[in-house]
């Protein structure tokens, strides 16, 4: 995401926040908006491609990376009446992220995560749905080109090979058509069930699987997408990336 670093360039620990991350964000802007988050996602796509040997962008991760440094503005800015599209600037950032100091000095305090004072969402007749969530990744896409990418590194860093979304999906999608109107959801949340495990999870009781658990769950809100149906989701795709290791 915004501040996490690769798992496999921190032993394997997913969610290490790396203050060279969030200190790259923070100089871009003493306010932020879409085009600093666009800039950003394609800064730690590029340094992982350069620094990751096994940098690895499944089709889940390749969408849910950009689209959460969207978020970051659609849910962390403050609205007023004064800015009803609400401001993010320097301080609530650091409020947000639990991070204190100045440039070259940052420091996370674990813990001390916190909606900063005098702060108000977003109002409750601007709801941030589904297909905005892919309009605003389609934005980003034609400013930094490659941010929504699918693929990895083979074992050396600068490897970067790419998965054809033709040859995952049969045909169903393209590159060209993933972010136009539900396509990128559709694919999204298909994508997910291809790599959700279908073994069974007692805690789940009669639904017996994750799998299960998760087309009863987000089936009908998917059904009312009119998503195409997949014949199938070619996880072989994946084989030349070794291990699959996803900065997310």
Not at 82 to 103: H, N, Y
Not at 108 to 133: D, F, K, M
Not at 142 to 157: D, E, L, Q, S, W
Not at 174 to 198: D, V
Request: aromatic residues 12%; hydrophobic residues 35%.
């Amino acid at each position: 995401m915004i501040t996490q670093g690769d798992a496999y360039l921190n032993d394997g620990r997913v969610g290490v926040f790396e203050a060279r991350r969030f200190e790259q964000f923070y100089n871009l802007g003493e306010t932020y908006g879409f085009a600093e988050t666009a800039a950003h996602s394609d800064y730690n796509t590029r340094w992982s491609i350069m620094n990751n040997p096994y940098y690895f962008s499944a089709p889940f991760a390749g969408l849910v990376a950009p689209a959460a440094h969207n978020f970051v503005i659609n849910f962390m800015s403050n609205h007023s009446a004064e800015t009803p599209g609400g401001t993010l600037d320097r301080e609530t950032l650091k409020s947000f992220f639990a991070v204190s100091g100045e440039p070259g000095s940052f420091t996370i305090n674990r813990g001390q995560e916190r909606v900063p004072l005098n702060w108000y969402r977003r109002p409750s007749t601007s709801q941030h749905t589904i297909p905005e969530v892919f309009n605003d990744l389609g934005v980003n896409n034609r400013a930094y080109p490659g941010i929504v990418k699918f693929g990895g590194n083979t074992g050396t860093t600068n490897s970067f090979t790419g998965i054809d979304t033709g040859d995952l999906t049969g045909g169903v999608f393209n590159g060209a058509s993933l972010l136009e109107g539900n396509n990128g959801a559709c694919f999204l949340y298909q994508a997910a069930l291809a790599g959700m495990p279908s073994a069974a999870v007692p805690a789940l009781g009669e639904l017996g699987s994750v799998l299960g658990w998760a087309l009863d769950q987000f089936g009908p809100a998917m059904k009312a997408l009119e998503c195409p149906q997949l014949a199938s989701f070619d996880n072989c795709t994946y084989h030349p990336f070794g291990g699959g290791i996803s900065r997310v």
